[in-house]
């Protein structure tokens, strides 16, 4: 291996991470992994792209407190030892969850942009701070090492306007009070897949369910975002494993009466959504496998508020040719598609069992419409991507520079 990208999506308590090489202008992986328990007992994984196990130990180091300065410390020794001293990275890029207004493209990575990227921490404060703390952090190990963020938000940055807006006075709207849309990530690669596949349906009006850890559903018509179910926070829309989903304001204005705000805050982020409901698991698949009434009820809610929400986007498209799913849960349980397509019977949908339970392509009968789609998301490879354009000239970066002085391969060497 010479020439690397590698690709950093720094959460609360891990730090994921994919290495790419860099042969004759394509990218190819040559690992993943992650630390996770960070700040607590903290381990690091790795895996080849066949998902032989290349590392899996605890993580061994002299600070007292690890987070994500030490953590990409560590990968930056084991990257080097794994891959010998012909490893070479060219850069980093990051998963941004917010860009705001400004940031609609990859972006190379300055101190006047983090600086405009922290201004937009009170937009997403759950998860751009540590977005942030894994840039300074590599800033702070490999200061010439050029970095790009690419953003969740961009993704739906061509909403018409009404689909942008709450009923609140204007200037809150240009103070950043608006819908933005997340998961953007995934769903530019749910759909970049679902061209290469199928790119007929592609070019049509399709409805990505993109279920992990946190869930979504978004209107994609022509490859274009019309709307999603995340509108001003990753709070809105579905209930996910421990978030709330869409909530009657008045019931926040209640809880506050008797609730700190950081009390409300912790309720509705990390107390509430399957979890809450359950008092058993945040995994949808555990609760389908339990005999108890509230973990019934709690999948129940998820498909009904899943099903509501795509008849909602259907009618925003004014049709829907192709229902897709997608990330861990999209893709890996037959159960919740099943339910989830034999309430939307009304609409045309139905999945073929077989077809289903492989879980792989279209798992709808042949001519049928709309048809239904299992499709893989890989937000990394949309990171990486995304980087090499920034750093090849493809892609001009949206801070305005002309990014011809990040056009060559090796942009300064450096090793880790």
Known sequence: MNDAIVVLNAGASSLKFSIYRIRDDDLTLAARGQVERLGAAPHFTARDPQRRVLADSGLVTESERVGDLEAFQHLARWAGDEFGADFSPVAVGHRVVHGGAEFVRPTLLDDEVVAKLDRLTPLAPLHQPHNLAAIKGVSSLCPGLPQVACFDTAFHREWPDVAGRFALPNELYESGIRRWGFHGLSYTSAIERLRQVAPDIEAGRVIVARFGTGASLCAVHAGRSVDCTMGFSVLDGLPTGTRCGSLDPGVVLFLMKSH?????????????????????????????????????????????????????????????????????????????????????????????????????????????????????????????????????????????????????????????
């Open 260 to 416: 700190s705000v950081e009390e409300v805050e912790a309720l509705l982020y990390r107390e509430s959504g399957l979890l809450g409901m359950s008092g058993i698991s945040d995994d949808i698949r555990v609760l389908l496998e339990s005999d108890s009434p509230a973990a019934a009820r709690a999948v129940d809610l998820f498909v009904y508020r899943a099903v509501r929400e795509i008849a909602s986007l259907t009618a925003a498209m004014s049709g829907v040719d192709a229902l897709v799913f997608t990330a861990e849960i999209g893709e890996t349980s037959p159960a919740v598609r099943e339910r989830i397509c034999l309430a939307l019977a009304w609409l045309g949908v139905a999945v073929d069992r077989s077809a289903n339970e492989r879980g792989r392509g279209c798992i709808s009968a042949a001519g049928r419409s709309p048809s239904v789609w299992v499709i893989p998301a890989d937000e990394d490879e949309v990171v990486a991507a995304g980087t090499w354009g920034v750093l090849r000239g493809r892609v001009k970066p949206s801070n305005g520079s002309s990014g011809s002085s990040a056009a060559r391969p090796n942009y300064v060497g450096v090793r880790f």
